[in-house]
């Protein structure tokens, strides 16, 4: 098989038909699936950029037989991607959709022409030109913003691929690391990839407030030492020899989430975001794999390079024809002594004037018809015992425009949540009217500020639960759909995201 990566998590899966498939004979013929194409170079969820930038022509990828969407992030699902790509390629490609996207169907119905759709369910194989495609949702307890990430596994038979995309295997739980060692180290399987996608937007996030050498110093040690806990859980041993890290036959193949600030701002930004590395990464999960006795590959996925895989391993990498990287890794080597601090207003993404009555409406319906039954379901901790720790009282403040702040309490004493002028109280939660409302209009998303400084408060539960896809599928569905309706009048990523730096 083969393997081309195309920078964050889009990659295109290369597998030969199998014998006997309709597509040929062995070694003639293969199904090309792209994965995730973000290839924009601005991300409109969270206002950054993508690194690298590429530029390319669509035949340079083609043929696509199949697209997949692993999840509704628009670091993933790019419909200014998907419009440049239906109208470019000379076959349209299958939609592979997870069924937990299945309710951005007449969106995408709308926008992509003659689109041929294939639904994928949970644990149920289906076949598509010959190969096996299966898609798996991570058995975590643990709500979070992806839980509608499907895993996808593609198997030609004697080969499979399995794109972890921004899931996490609850790999530590023993019946669900057997499942997964199955599919990948079955008895007539000579090659398996497992690749994964390792999120470099924690440390990202941090490292744009730090404001001395110091403090990003501390923030590069304290990123090492969460990458070091986490590659010893991934690697504690496990005496299974059916295990899928005691395959010689599989692959760990890492790559990085590149997210980057828009290349249009001062390029020092690029030297203070990133304290841990994709190589730091797959150095430590080598040593650490090594020391557990486990005898599978590591390697790193390589942007811009078509690697083919033979047993287990990377035989050869190539450049992709056609495709230019504008971006290489110099360009981000952290700097930690790097006299430079962003200097990022405290304001809202729009701070255009609003019908401050109208507003206080949706947020007063907001917070009770969407927050206080998340906090009810969430229960970590349960509702009772959260008030407790704030004397009976929960309070999130509000900011509206230039004028009064209003906090709205939670107590024991109502149904929900009861507005008041703001006090001299402290507030649990703070924000700014307008970003809600553009949540609530699908125009930001979860991670959205990067380029604000929020407004000082301890928590921020809100924005978490407007960030869970399967709780507010309206919410996204407006999102995608305000993009689509963007990309197909011609406009770019970038004429949505840079407005708010320039602010």
């Excluded at 898609?135 to 030609?156: I, R």
């Excluded at 599928?473 to 990309?487: G, I, K, Q, T, Y």
Aim: proline share 8%; glycine share 6%.
């Amino acid at each position: 098989m083969k393997i081309t990566g195309l920078g964050h998590s889009c990659v295109l899966l290369d597998l030969p038909s199998p014998e006997g498939s309709p597509e040929g004979s062995p070694g003639v013929g293969s199904t090309r699936i792209l994965v995730d194409p973000w290839l924009s170079d601005h991300a409109t969820g969270d206002g950054m950029g993508r690194f690298p930038r590429l530029r390319f022509a669509v035949e340079a990828l083609g043929p696509v037989h199949a697209v997949f969407i692993s999840h509704a992030h628009s670091d993933h699902l790019d419909p200014y991607t998907l419009v440049r790509l239906w109208r470019e390629l000379p076959e349209p490609p299958a939609l592979l959709l997870p069924v937990s996207l299945s309710f951005l169907l007449p969106v995408l119905r709308r926008y992509l022409p003659s689109l041929d759709v294939v639904v994928l369910a949970p644990y149920v194989p289906v076949p598509f030109r010959g190969l096996e495609l299966l898609g798996v949702y991570d058995v975590g307890q643990e709500p979070t913003n992806e839980d509608d990430v499907m895993v996808l596994v593609v198997s030609n038979g004697p080969e499979v691929v399995l794109v972890e995309a921004d899931a996490r295997l609850s790999l530590e739980q023993p019946e669900f690391r057997a499942y997964i060692s199955q599919l990948l180290r079955g008895p007539h399987i000579r090659s398996a990839v497992f690749l994964t996608t390792e999120n470099e937007l924690d440390a990202t996030m941090a490292a744009r407030t730090c404001r001395t050498p110091a403090e990003r110093q501390a923030l590069r040690e304290e990123g090492l030492n969460q990458l070091l806990e986490a590659v010893h859980e991934l690697y504690s041993p496990w005496e299974d020899p059916d295990d899928l890290w005691h395959g010689t036959q599989v692959l760990r193949l890492v790559h990085g989430q590149g997210l980057a600030a828009p290349a249009e701002l001062d390029p020092r930004w690029q030297h203070v975001l990133f304290p841990v590395r994709i190589d730091d990464r797959v150095e430590e999960e080598r040593a650490a794999a090594q020391r557990a006795g486990f005898v599978h590959g590591i390697d790193r996925l390589t942007d811009g390079q078509v690697h083919r895989i033979v047993a287990g391993r990377v035989a050869s990498r190539e450049p992709v024809v056609g495709l230019t990287l504008l971006d290489d890794e110099e360009r981000r080597v952290f700097r930690a002594e790097l006299d430079f601090a962003p200097e990022l207003p405290c304001a809202p993404l729009y701070d255009d004037p609003r019908d401050v009555e109208a507003q206080r409406a949706r947020i007063q319906a907001l917070l009770d018809e969407r927050f206080l039954p998340y906090l009810h379901g969430l229960r970590a901790p349960p509702v009772l015992h959260l008030l407790a720790a704030y004397d009976g009282a929960y309070r999130i403040r509000v900011h509206y425009g230039s004028g009064d702040a209003f906090d709205y309490v939670l107590g024991f004493d109502a149904r929900g949540f009861v507005e008041q002028l703001a006090t001299e109280a402290e507030p649990q939660e703070a924000y700014w009217a307008n970003d809600l409302e553009d949540f609530l209009d699908g125009r930001c998303d979860e991670f959205s500020p990067f380029c604000r400084t929020q407004l000082p408060a301890e928590a921020m539960q809100l924005w978490s639960c407007l960030a869970m896809p399967l709780l507010h599928s309206d919410l996204v569905a407006r999102r995608v759909a305000l993009h689509f309706e963007r990309a197909e009048a011609g406009l770019t990523p970038g004429s949505f995201v840079m407005p708010r730096y320039e602010a």
